[in-house]
């Protein structure tokens, strides 16, 4: 038996407990719902994005872009106007946004190293997104410095800053004691309302105390966005911050709502079991305290400071006021529904407990008459809400997917959602076989594309196909250096013929003085001298097509006479180096989605590669392929060439061969949609694996990517690989 000094006791003790447990709910609520847009990196990354479509945020960050552009060629100062244009139509793009929220992302990375003492964002490829959108200007185009980036930070003597990265790092060790203090919270609640012997007035109160503390969470943002901008020293910084608060904050407004309804829930069912009047005499009681002073100097004190408080947030916050008092307005009808709902519920129980005959009879006897059954279902029902609630509670604590997720980095891959979930071994890539050979170049000779690599990826070509040979430049022409390649001429002449070698060697003769430039790998077709572009300025416009396009895949093979170093050093300079594909090229590989969002999304083989490097693998140590010599399309078969049948990858190549120049008039014909679709469909039958590569020459002839989305199940009846 309790003693009458321990049941003074709980009885005092109650009102605190419940207060506390509130307020814990509350502060473990705000935690947790930090401890996911806060302190994850991807969805921290992902509303830092989502903030650039505030006003606010897009108008500085538009002039901070115009000002990096003019700060590197400060010629360009007269279209500072224009560029700040410019730079709000990029901010919209979905390409920036991805390129925003993962330098967002490496910032938030290196904030939460020890080790760092500057908050920093560096956006190194602005210069594609800002050439690209005034490209109908072509002359404004070629004045944007093609390596210019965008970096900007506080520095680390700011006093704000490091009270920012402090408490962030704080907040970030702490982050896993969201789920203790909303325990905590439960249980000082729990027992603030069992221990009292009035019951039902307790719930009444600590329902009241919940409602309370959701209040406060409720206008917390609004007013520490207040307090936050007060201190920023630099007035063209007060409304971008204000901007990125919002965009952090607004969905903490849904917690606290959902932590408000809890507990006008639990004050309901409490009041249902007393009097209209005894409800309305406690709304008008607190109405009175507000207004008038109180007997003790404690309570005076309370009072002031709420009616401070509500002063200020109606003066500095009128439509958050508002919109407060709409919720509170809403918040006391729902309590009156519910309220009534729970007068209804218990009768209803009763008389269908009435109804059901002999089998509660001697239940019903038992009861001391009408109102302790009415008693008993009511003190059931309650308890079963309260169970509930706090269940329910619990299951928001553990299920990840009731926190704020971070949204995908685009909703296609390689232009169709479907293709996301695929395995790369899954996926059909329409292919250029000599991508770099076009006629699109006024000089190059015997193309085998009517565009080159670069427009070609615009046009829909996701794998490319490419030699890749040393040269060194001799006035506008360009000298293939033979002595460093050693590559004999009967294999030459296999692969161009012996007309294009003749016509390359007269090129060569009259190709005399010194070189005005040094060796370096180009893209050429066999000899230089036929046709050449530098293998880095052609990888930079791949580059720039991946910064634009950020959902795209893309798969190299490199017909390589060059040493490894020295593809690796042109992948590095142009910048595409860190798009390149790092991981294994045994299966399981994987899926294009995982590709996109650890943005290396470019898979690179090359056929004679000599040593191994982490991201430039064995062409036919991984693909298995058809013949490439067919000279009429009744030769085209599905036979195994290099890479024998053990390869997980298969590339058909699908061209016929003419010597020394390639015929569009055959393209006509084999990339005809119904002629290439069976070929692949036979030797996707007879090999028994997925076409992942569709090689062909002049690729905008004919129906190659047509053809290849069939074969994917997008846009035609094939079966999905």
């Known amino acids: 038996m309790v003693s009458p000094r321990a049941e003074r006791f709980w009885e005092r003790a109650a009102a605190p407990l419940r207060v506390l447990g509130a307020i814990l709910l509350g502060a473990g609520a705000i935690h947790l719902y930090a401890s996911r847009l806060v302190f994850d990196a991807p969805t921290f990354s992902a509303r830092a994005a989502s903030s650039l479509g505030d006003p606010r945020v897009a108008g500085f960050a538009a002039e901070k872009i115009a000002d990096q552009v003019i700060a590197q060629k400060r010629d360009l100062m007269a279209f500072r106007p224009v560029l700040i244009g410019t730079a709000r139509a990029i901010l919209g793009s979905e390409g920036f946004r991805i390129a925003f929220r993962r330098a967002a992302e490496r910032a938030h990375q290196a904030v939460f190293s020890e080790a760092v003492q500057r908050v920093a964002l560096s956006l190194p490829d602005i210069g594609v997104f800002v050439r690209a959108a005034v490209a109908h200007d072509p002359a404004l185009a070629a004045k944007i410095p093609a390596s210019l980036g965008v970096a900007g930070g506080v520095p680390p003597g700011d006093r704000l800053a490091k009270g920012v990265l402090l408490v962030a790092r704080l907040g970030h060790r702490w982050r896993r004691n969201a789920a203790l203090e909303l325990g905590i919270g439960s249980l000082l609640m729990a027992l603030g309302i069992a221990v009292p012997r009035d019951r039902r007035q307790a719930l009444l109160r600590g329902g009241a105390a919940l409602a309370t503390v959701a209040v406060v969470v409720l206008f917390l943002p609004p007013l520490a966005r207040t307090a936050i901008v007060a201190f920023i020293p630099h007035p063209e910084l007060r409304p971008v911050v204000a901007g990125v608060f919002d965009a952090f904050t607004a969905g903490l407004r849904w917690w606290a709502l959902a932590l408000g309804g809890m507990g006008v829930v639990l004050a309901a069912a409490a009041s249902s079991a007393v009097s209209e009047a005894e409800v309305e005499d406690f709304a008008r009681r607190t109405w009175v305290r507000l207004r008038q002073p109180t007997p003790r100097w404690q309570g005076e004190i309370v009072r002031a400071a709420v009616l401070t408080v509500v002063g200020l947030l109606a003066a500095f916050q009128p439509v958050a006021t508002l919109q407060g008092l709409t919720i509170v307005a809403g918040a006391l009808l729902a309590f009156e529904g519910l309220r009534r709902l729970f007068l209804l519920v218990p009768p209803r129980i009763e008389e269908a407990a009435r109804q059901a005959g002999a089998a509660l009879a001697e239940a019903r006897e038992k009861a001391v008459g009408r109102g302790a059954a009415r008693t008993v279902l009511h003190h059931s029902l309650v308890g079963v809400l309260v169970v509930g609630l706090i269940a329910g509670a619990v299951f928001l604590v553990r299920n990840p997917d009731a926190l704020p997720k971070a949204p995908a980095l685009t909703d296609a891959c390689n232009g169709d959602p479907s293709l996301c979930d695929r395995r790369l071994d899954q996926v059909v890539f329409a292919g250029a076989h000599n991508s770099m050979s076009a006629a699109e170049f006024p000089h190059w000779m015997f193309p085998n594309q009517e565009l080159g690599s670069v427009s070609l990826l615009g046009h829909g070509i996701r794998a490319l196909l490419f030699d890749v040979h040393y040269g060194q430049p001799v006035g506008e022409e360009v000298k293939t250096d033979l002595d460093a390649e050693k590559i004999s001429r009967d294999k030459m002449e296999q692969a161009v013929g012996a007309e294009a070698i003749a016509a390359a060697m007269r090129v060569r003769d009259r190709l005399t003085g010194q070189p005005t430039g040094p060796r370096a790998p180009y893209l050429c077709h066999g000899f230089c001298e036929l046709g050449a572009a530098p293998l880095q300025t052609v990888l930079e416009g791949v580059r720039d097509f991946l910064v634009q396009n950020p959902g795209e895949v893309l798969v190299f093979v490199i017909e390589d006479y060059v040493?490894?170093?020295?593809?690796?050093?042109?992948?590095?300079?142009?910048?595409?180096?860190?798009?390149?594909?790092?991981?294994?090229?045994?299966?399981?590989?994987?899926?294009?989605?995982?590709?996109?969002?650890?943005?290396?999304?470019?898979?690179?083989?090359?056929?004679?590669?000599?040593?191994?490097?982490?991201?430039?693998?064995?062409?036919?140590?991984?693909?298995?392929?058809?013949?490439?010599?067919?000279?009429?399309?009744?030769?085209?078969?599905?036979?195994?060439?290099?890479?024998?049948?053990?390869?997980?990858?298969?590339?058909?190549?699908?061209?016929?061969?003419?010597?020394?120049?390639?015929?569009?008039?055959?393209?006509?014909?084999?990339?005809?949609?119904?002629?290439?679709?069976?070929?692949?469909?036979?030797?996707?039958?007879?090999?028994?694996?997925?076409?992942?590569?569709?090689?062909?020459?002049?690729?905008?002839?004919?129906?190659?990517?047509?053809?290849?989305?069939?074969?994917?199940?997008?846009?035609?009846?094939?079966?999905?690989?």
């Open 563 to 721: 040493t490894p170093e020295e593809v690796m050093a042109a992948f590095k300079a142009s910048g595409l180096e860190r798009f390149v594909y790092r991981g294994s090229v045994a299966p399981p590989f994987p899926t294009l989605r995982q590709l996109i969002d650890s943005d290396q999304r470019v898979v690179v083989f090359g056929e004679n590669l000599k040593k191994d490097v982490d991201w430039y693998h064995q062409a036919f140590a991984t693909f298995q392929e058809t013949p490439y010599r067919f000279r009429t399309p009744e030769e085209f078969s599905c036979q195994v060439n290099r890479g024998g049948t053990a390869g997980p990858l298969f590339q058909i190549n699908h061209w016929i061969e003419t010597v020394p120049a390639p015929k569009p008039s055959n393209a006509v014909i084999v990339n005809a949609h119904d002629f290439l679709l069976a070929r692949a469909r036979r030797c996707q039958k007879e090999r028994g694996k997925v076409p992942n590569i569709l090689a062909v020459d002049f690729a905008m002839t004919g129906d190659v990517l047509a053809v290849a989305a069939e074969l994917n199940g997008i846009g035609g009846p094939a079966s999905r690989p």
